[in-house]
């Protein structure tokens, strides 16, 4: 499956940014897809993840109440909607795929994306 991330920009911290991810080349349902970040100097970490079915969603703590995740498969596309953003949430947001398993460890993913950066001013 091949991942395309978008929707990355320059915001003012408290601001908000949509993240998306279009997903194509295998069936979107097939896969459950996570959000991962990597500021300069820092390893890459998860942010927030969601089954192949939307019913189930996970979040880093330091995201949790201000981000939230979600899919729409028939438009074979997974969202993160970003709220109340911080400083500390620049860095360059990857979408990743993985058809199995429960980890949501980076070492897990089976496909990611080209990231798209996102940069939060004080």
């Known amino acids: 499956v091949q991942l395309q991330a978008s929707g990355g920009g320059l915001v003012q911290a408290g601001g908000s940014l949509r993240l998306s991810c279009a997903a194509s080349?295998?069936?979107?349902?097939?896969?459950?897809m996570g959000w991962f970040r990597q500021a300069p100097g820092k390893e890459r970490e998860f942010v927030s993840g969601?089954?192949?079915?939307?019913?189930?969603?996970h979040y880093a703590d330091s995201v949790k109440g201000r981000f939230t995740i979600s899919r729409d498969n028939a438009k074979n596309t997974m969202y993160l909607q970003m709220n109340s953003l911080k400083p500390e949430d620049t860095a360059v947001y990857y979408c990743?795929?993985?058809?199995?398993?429960?980890?949501?460890?980076?070492?897990?993913?089976?496909?990611w994306g080209k990231g798209t950066q996102v940069t939060v001013s004080s």
């Open positions: 969601i089954s192949w079915s939307g019913g189930s969603t």
């Open positions: 990743a795929a993985r058809q199995r398993g429960s980890s949501w460890y980076v070492d897990a993913m089976d496909y």
């Open positions: 080349g295998r069936p979107f349902s097939w896969y459950a």
